[in-house]
């Protein structure tokens, strides 16, 4: 009898997606420039520098959860897109725009989505990225 031979079926990526996260990656790209060009101008401290341990924390999570640096840049891509809109957006009674106030708005919602992205697709792996911080805490 002849040995089957299984050939193991490479997931080719969805071009469509590729090229969704290439443009956001160059939208996010302009707009974070422009918001580290208004940081560097503001009087006020727009940014504490006590959030950078936070976010480098959470991305070396995510690199012992992950393998591949191309799925980690993508999810830090996503949530950076979507922080971006998120935390820009007018509030309901917002008459006078106040871009500070957004810009600091912007890394606790990067944070956020983030997580919730980590979060969220750990969860179909049935890893959840709390039970982690629990096992390596507690």
Same mark, same amino acid.
């Given at each position: 009898?002849? /040995?089957?031979?299984?050939? &193991?079926?490479?997931?080719? %990526?969805? %071009?469509?997606?590729?090229?969704? #996260?290439?443009?956001?990656?160059?939208?996010?790209?302009?707009?974070?420039?422009?918001?580290?060009?208004? $940081?560097?101008?503001?009087?006020?401290?727009?940014?504490?520098?006590?959030?950078?341990?936070? #976010?480098?924390?959470?991305?070396?999570?995510?690199? +012992?959860? &992950?393998?591949?640096? /191309?799925?980690? =840049?993508?999810? $830090? #891509?996503?949530?950076?897109?979507?922080?971006?809109?998120?935390?820009?957006?007018?509030? /309901?009674?917002?008459?006078?725009?106040?871009?500070? !106030?957004?810009?600091?708005?912007? =890394?606790?919602?990067?944070?956020?989505?983030?997580?919730?992205?980590?979060?969220?697709? /750990?969860?179909?792996?049935?890893?959840?990225?709390?039970?982690?911080?629990? +096992?390596? !805490?507690?």
């Amino acid at each position: 009898m002849a /040995k089957s031979q299984k050939k &193991e079926k490479e997931i080719e %990526p969805n %071009p469509w997606f590729t090229t969704m #996260i290439i443009f956001l990656s160059i939208i996010s790209s302009i707009a974070l420039f422009f918001i580290f060009k208004k $940081i560097m101008n503001s009087e006020k401290e727009l940014i504490s520098i006590t959030l950078l341990p936070l #976010i480098l924390g959470i991305v070396f999570d995510l690199k +012992r959860l &992950e393998v591949s640096w /191309k799925n980690i =840049l993508t999810k $830090i #891509i996503l949530a950076i897109g979507a922080s971006l809109i998120f935390a820009f957006i007018p509030g /309901k009674n917002e008459h006078h725009y106040d871009l500070d !106030f957004h810009i600091r708005y912007f =890394l606790f919602v990067f944070i956020f989505l983030l997580f919730s992205i980590i979060s969220f697709i /750990k969860e179909k792996n049935r890893i959840n990225l709390h039970q982690s911080f629990q +096992r390596e !805490f507690y």
